[in-house]
Nanobody
Framework: VQLQASGGGLVQAGGFLRLSCVVS????????MGWFRRAPGNERELVAA????????YYADSVKGRFTISRDNAKNTVYLQMNTLKPEDTAVYYC??????WGTGQRHYDYWGQGTQVTVSS
């Protein structure tokens, strides 16, 4: 299973980006999906997660109301819409597949993408 994340880039504060993660070599059906990020000097943190039926979502407090996670199981793709970006959102963003239909702990996730850099300038 391979995950290819894209959509990162440089954006000014207040701007927006949409990240995509395409999964190949396997299906995301039945799997929860998550977006994580790691900023320099920080540990990797879960930003958003979505259950495989998309009826349950989780957001870190720091992104609630600004980020939206979604998925298209037919396209084996998960998205992260990021609005009203702040400099503190600067990080490498990773997508990951869960080994069950829902989970938020890092141990729940078994396959990881290579990451896409998001840089927000002030």
């Amino acid at each position: 299973v391979q995950l290819q994340a894209s959509g990162g880039g440089l954006v000014q504060a207040g701007g927006f980006l949409r990240l995509s993660c395409v999964v190949s070599g396997g299906t995301i059906n039945g799997r929860g999906m998550g977006w994580f990020r790691r900023a320099p000097g920080n540990e990797r943190e879960l930003v958003a997660a979505i259950s495989w039926t998309a009826d349950i979502t989780y957001y870190a407090d720091s992104v609630k109301g600004r980020f939206t996670i979604s998925r298209d199981n037919a396209k084996n793709t998960v998205y992260l819409q990021m609005n009203t970006l702040k400099p503190e959102d600067t990080a490498v963003y990773y997508c990951a597949t869960g080994h069950t239909g829902w989970g938020t702990g890092q141990r729940h996730y078994d396959y990881w993408g290579q990451g896409t850099q998001v840089t927000v300038s002030s």
